[in-house]
Each structure stands twice: as C-alpha cells, then as structure tokens.
C-alpha cells in the first residue's frame, strides 16, 4: 500500500505515519527514510524528538536527505515498509543544494521519479509532505518557486498512492483509499 500524509506544520503528521507504518508491516523491514539536514537549534530538537518517538518502534533510520533512491541500495525494499519523512525537507534539499548559486529546476520532475520507483518496488510505502503552499502570502520569487513544485510534487504523489489522508490539528481527513 502506498500512503501520502499532507497538513500542516507540526499538526501530528509524523506521529500518524508511525502509526500507518506500524500497521502495514507484515514480516518485512520497518524503514524510516530520514530527509532533513538540520540548519539550526531548532532542527537538531525536532529530529531528538523524532528519534525518541521512534525509539523501540522497529525502525531502521536510513538518513537519505538528496538522492532518495539510493535507499533501495541499503534495505529490502521487496518485503520492507518506508516511511519517508519528509517530502518538504526532501526538496529543500533538492531544489537548493549547499553551495549552489541556482535553485536546481530539475529537483521536482528528479524527485517524482525517484519516489515512484521507491513506490513501485517496496511492499509499503508512506509519505509525509507540509502543506505550505495554500496561504495568501506573498514571499519571494525563490520561496514561491519551491511552494509551486513542492505543490506539484504532492499532486503527483497523491495521484499514485492508494491513499491521500491529511492531518490537521490532530484531525484526520481522507482524501481517497481506506482508513488506517
């Protein structure tokens, strides 16, 4: 079963996909592919927390930040469950690499390959992506292009999987497929 977890920041999306993780685990690997490179405090305290909540869980964390298909390299992905937490950091990382004058204007189509590839071999497979392209605000032109193909990535993600849910204050909303 493929899954595609969107909503808002800090809503309860990661604790969700756990959970949706867990439950689709037959007799194969529990994978959590781990996409963000910590910038600041602020992001080191997230992936703790996140690591501690995982903890005793049976997830094998494969840190995965750009290039994610490598991950089919380094597990089972016939008989493993991934959760790829998240999309967003996954094109941050993507889009703007470390030292790079451009925004790399391949990194959306690049990562909707990759992702399907990871869908189509893996038994299971979950995903978490923010949605932050909805407000009204007016941002830069290189933010507004990284809500713009993050939107476009998560159309596509949502097309292929079998089911679209959205976690928002803790609330669950689905979208297609059946519950978990």
């Known amino acids: 079963m493929k899954v595609f977890i969107s909503g808002g920041c800090k809503n309860g999306k990661s604790s969700f996909a756990e959970r949706a993780a867990q439950q689709l685990q037959a007799d194969g690997k529990l994978y959590y592919i781990a996409t963000m490179i910590p910038c600041d405090q602020e992001d080191h305290n997230r992936i703790t927390r996140h690591r501690q909540a995982r903890a005793g869980k049976g997830f094998i964390t494969l840190e995965q ?39 790399d204007a391949e990194a959306p189509k690049r990562i909707c390959h990759d992702l399907s590839q990871l869908m189509a071999k893996a038994k299971n497979v979950v995903l978490v992506s923010d949605y932050i392209y909805a407000d009204e605000g007016h941002y830069p032109a290189y933010t507004e292009d990284y809500r713009r193909a993050l939107a476009m990535v998560d159309r596509h993600l949502a097309a292929e999987c079998d089911t679209v849910v959205e976690v928002t204050a803790c609330q669950t909303i689905y979208y297609k497929g059946e519950k978990i």
């Open 65 to 103: 930040p750009t290039q994610v298909h490598h991950v089919l390299e380094q597990s089972d992905y016939a008989n493993g469950t991934y959760l790829l937490d998240s999309v967003t950091a996954l094109m941050l990382n993507e889009m703007y690499p470390m030292n790079a004058s451009q925004p």
